[in-house]
């Protein structure tokens, strides 16, 4: 008997092998687009030690690398407006990649139009701060900050800028009247030894 094969459009191959060369050429070397649970969290915080393990970067790159990982993958499962109704759980894209001395990470999900301004806000006021005033506000928010209805006290950007010493890029991009994506990336520079 003749196993029958399955019908592929070439043209779907010809744009995944497209997609993938993009991907490969930027650096990216994980991407996911789906459910954020602490499940997943806990399996990309795994891969992201796993292949950090086999690397030559020096143990406080690794860890921020990981925290940022861990932070910006909260962020999403806490503050994704696009929540599945089951299980209360955000969604989004998830991308890790390294590119010469830097890693990097893109987030992706959606958020309500009426947020962009508040969420806009919080970030320009953490690019703008030094260490000492992210310290600062990272201690008051401990000590001050309320729990949102999604079960964040606003500690997860302040954290990623405190570990990575760099600034959160980000953009806005609109889907309908209602929700835009947001798109964060986050570059944590390797050490320099001396």
């Known amino acids: 008997m003749v196993k029958k094969k399955f ?3 070439p043209h779907f191959v010809i744009a995944i092998e497209m997609i993938y060369d993009n991907l490969i ?12 649970n602490h499940n997943v969290i806990k399996m990309f915080s795994s891969m992201a030690e796993e292949d950090m393990e086999d690397s030559t970067l020096d ?5 921020r690398v990981y925290h940022a990982i861990v932070e910006t993958l909260q962020n999403m499962a806490r503050h994704s407006d696009e929540i599945a ?4 759980v955000g969604r989004g894209l998830f991308m890790i ?7 990097f990470i893109i987030t992706s999900n959606r958020i309500k139009k009426s947020q962009i301004v508040k969420v806009e806000e919080s970030l320009r006021q953490i690019n703008k701060a030094s260490l000492k005033e992210l310290n600062k506000m990272h201690f008051e ?6 729990i949102s209805e999604k079960g964040g006290a606003g500690l997860g950007l302040i954290d990623i800028a405190r570990k990575t010493s760099k600034k959160i890029l980000y953009n806005f991009v609109s889907i309908n009247k209602h929700y835009s994506y947001f798109l964060m ?4 520079d390797k050490r320099r030894v001396k």
């Open 185 to 188: 990336k986050v570059v944590i």
């Open 25 to 36: 050429s930027n650096g990216i070397n994980i991407v996911y687009i789906g459910k954020f």
């Open 141 to 146: 928010q401990l000590k001050d900050g309320k």
């Open 85 to 88: 109704a089951k299980n209360n």
């Open 59 to 63: 143990r406080i790159t690794k860890k």
């Open 97 to 103: 990649g390294k590119k010469r001395d830097k890693y």
């Open 7 to 9: 019908d592929i459009d």
